[in-house]
């Protein structure tokens, strides 16, 4: 029984090219909405168009909660405060004055982790159980994450 080394194995079409889950997990650390937007473009792919709508409203009604728990709380940071503490000319004076900051950055960072086990854990499990796809490359998402980054300022993103 002979090998041909040379003979290339073809794969009968059931692999796709995929971001992983490490990289939506990832992505969703710094900005659930492009987390979502890689899954969606995941499930476009492997021809999973009636799940994008189900992601979608995940990804708003998240947004939305995250809002009603800000107002919920109260959590109201002042501002022209941080434009003086920015410009250097005031320094802070109290913790009081960062306190409001700390909260809408703990409760954000929360949000964001718990958008990525979801988006991670339940759409990407469900619809990508087997490890059967090709990982593809992050570089072009951080490279256009870092452009929006910079260009709309961390605004709106």
Do not use: H
Not at 83 to 112: D, E, H, W
Request: charged share 15%; with cysteine; hydrophobic share 50%.
């Amino acid at each position: 029984m002979e090998f041909d080394e040379d003979k290339i194995e073809e794969t009968g079409g059931d692999y796709v090219e995929i971001y992983s889950r490490r990289a939506i997990f990832w992505f969703a650390a710094f900005s659930p909405l492009y987390a979502g937007i890689l899954l969606i473009i995941n499930l476009w792919v492997a021809g999973y168009k009636w799940v994008i709508g189900q992601v979608i409203m995940f990804l708003l009604f998240g947004n939305l909660v995250l809002l009603f728990a800000i107002r919920a709380l109260n959590i109201k940071p002042d501002l022209e405060a941080l434009r003086k503490f920015a410009s250097g000319s005031t320094p802070v004076t109290s913790f009081s004055q960062i306190m409001p900051f700390f909260q809408l950055f703990c409760l954000t960072l929360f949000y964001n982790i718990l958008a990525g086990i979801v988006l991670t854990r339940y759409f990407f499990k469900k619809y990508f159980p087997d490890d059967d796809y090709y990982p593809r490359s992050v570089l072009w998402p951080i490279l256009i994450y870092i452009l929006l980054t910079l260009f709309l300022g961390g605004r709106g993103f």
